[in-house]
């Protein structure tokens, strides 16, 4: 369970109100035992509700006797002839109805402000989510302007030469891009135009040399045809080929299983 989400949910207000169940006030029990963020939550919510409570008492007008008196009254629990209640029990009951009638004008205003402090924390976790998503979107953008400006130094160094793998027969539509470095044997791989693969498959590139096949690297499909990915480096290729292999790649090429080829 997500703590922040818990202390969010307003299942805490709800408690210093006396609105749980026993078995969501077990829950809170045990959460605050195990969470020093809930303990502190609970506690907050708490204070804020005997802070409030300070805050807003007040004495009651003079004039409150006189209406509590006619109520009484015309409820028939007293005679209108008399000046006060007569009995101590009325006084006790006058009080205690005083008393039950603050206590629920009161609960009911914190009560309200309690929600709404509830509601001012799923706000804020709120906010904390789309933050982090912004950050994330950010960062994820960032990584591609630098994977852009990669792919610029590599596409406009004269050093490398781009080599075009076209689609062999039955793979007409297929394409990919090579791009080599003859100094220094770097080599790196666009894959314009090549199927997604199943997960227990990869796509291997070879680089020819002296008739036999060399290991450049395996790649995943998943990784979508605007990468550019740099391989194992080349020294002295005649061609390169692309493979379908499984996954982890193989030591020889399995040729009826070729995709893409193409000469420096």
């Given amino acids: 369970m997500n703590i922040q989400d818990y202390?969010?949910?307003?299942?805490?207000?709800?408690?210093?109100l006396g609105l749980t169940s026993p078995a969501e006030d077990a829950e809170?029990?045990?959460?605050?035992?195990?969470?020093?963020?809930v303990r502190e939550a609970l506690r907050e919510a708490e204070e804020a509700l005997v802070s409030y409570g300070l805050l807003h008492s007040k004495t009651p007008p003079a004039s409150a006797k006189g209406k509590i008196f006619k109520t009484l009254v015309d409820d028939g629990q007293i005679h209108?002839?008399?000046k006060a209640p007569p009995l101590r029990s009325s006084k006790t009951a006058l009080l205690r109805t005083i008393a039950v009638a603050a206590s629920v004008l009161f609960l009911a205003t914190v009560g309200f402000h309690l929600i709404r402090m509830g509601d001012f924390r799923r706000q804020i976790r709120q906010l904390e989510q789309e933050k982090a998503a912004l950050?994330?979107?950010?960062?994820t953008f960032m990584a591609q302007i630098q994977g852009a400006r990669h792919e610029m130094k590599v596409v406009g160094d004269p050093a490398f030469t781009s080599v075009v793998l076209s689609g062999v027969a039955g793979h007409d539509n297929s394409r990919a891009v090579v791009y080599w470095n003859t100094a220094s044997q770097a080599v790196y791989l666009k894959p314009t135009d090549l199927p997604a693969l199943p997960q227990d498959k990869q796509y291997q590139l070879w680089g020819i040399v002296d008739g036999q096949p060399v290991n450049a690297g395996t790649y995943d499909s998943a990784v979508g045809d605007q990468a550019l990915l740099q391989m194992l480096s080349i020294e002295n290729a005649d061609m390169f080929a692309i493979t379908i292999e499984p996954t982890g790649g193989s030591d020889q090429p399995t040729l009826d299983q070729m995709v893409v080829a193409g000469k420096p």
């Fill in 7 to 16: 202390i969010s949910s307003g299942i805490i207000e709800s408690h210093v």
């Fill in 28 to 37: 809170l029990t045990r959460m605050s035992e195990q969470h020093p963020e």
């Fill in 80 to 82: 209108p002839d008399e």
């Fill in 135 to 139: 950050i994330a979107q950010n960062e």
